[in-house]
């Protein structure tokens, strides 16, 4: 059965690897009453907060098969009504070259072609402890968006990392988590919800669920931590965590 726990504060720890990767730095001018939608799917952690200006910056590292088909990364905007939507797209993903990787003795090696692994295999006879086929993406964003603007996050496999966020905020992440970090007394209503994974909290605001949710596998909590915007969390297969703001 899921439940809340009680948690002490500390850092979400995230292994880094060693690779070649691009560095990427964007921005999208922000027009009086709109609102904003962010959606990614394979930015492996996103980072959101406000800042003072009337603009959309985002900066991060690329890294596709290890540096070899970062342009294939791209940002698109597009205006629907009072809403601003800037998404990702890898182009071409499925026709971009898959690498092999296999941890043998605690050690990771990547191969460029199956021919290359069989090699490795016939020259290194015995178990693998583990073994992936697939291209390689590591791709971390670091997001600021103006500050009470309403402001929307979707996520596929990624984690969303919100810190320091001065207005109405949405976070959705389907395989990812989501990590939250919440001043209360500036806070409104909080939100939380998973359906698979777990909700943690150290924050003083009272959580509560529903117990008549008719849904097995859904874990819903809410709660009126101030005075100030409202918070939603979701995560469909990760854990929630809220934390208390430094």
């Not at 009072?82 to 043998?104: A, M």
């Not at 990547?110 to 069989?118: E, V, Y």
């Not at 966020?165 to 949405?170: K, V």
């Not at 990590?179 to 943690?200: H, L, S």
Request: include cysteine; hydrophobic fraction near 35%; aromatic fraction near 8%.
């Amino acid at each position: 059965m899921k439940h809340i726990i009680i948690f002490l504060a500390g850092a979400l720890l995230l292994p880094l690897g060693s690779y070649a990767q691009t560095t990427l730095q964007r921005s999208f001018p922000i027009q009086a009453g709109q609102t904003i939608a962010l959606e990614f799917d394979h930015p492996r952690l996103i980072k959101v907060s406000t800042w003072e200006k009337n603009e959309v910056a985002i900066q991060g590292t690329v890294s596709i098969n290890h540096g070899e088909h970062d342009d294939a990364f791209i940002l698109e905007q597009k205006t629907n009504g009072k809403i601003l939507t800037i998404r990702n797209e890898i182009r071409d993903l499925n026709k971009l070259p898959r690498l092999y990787t296999i941890v043998q003795g605690g050690q990771t090696i990547t191969f460029n072609t199956k021919d290359d692994l069989r090699k490795y295999q016939a020259e290194h006879p015995g178990k693998f402890e583990r073994m992936s086929e697939g291209v390689d993406i590591e791709i971390v964003l670091e997001i600021k968006v103006p500050r009470e603007i309403p402001t929307q996050v979707t996520s596929v496999y990624g984690m969303v990392e919100v810190r320091s966020f001065q207005g109405p905020i949405s976070v959705s992440s389907t395989y990812g988590g989501v990590d939250a970090a919440v001043t209360e007394k500036t806070t409104g209503q909080i939100k939380a919800e998973t359906n698979y994974g777990e909700i943690f909290s150290n924050l003083d605001t009272k959580l509560t669920c529903n117990p008549n949710d008719p849904e097995a596998f859904h874990l819903l909590v809410a709660g009126n931590a101030g005075s100030g915007p409202t918070y939603s969390f979701q995560s469909r297969y990760g854990n929630v965590y809220l934390r208390k703001a430094n």
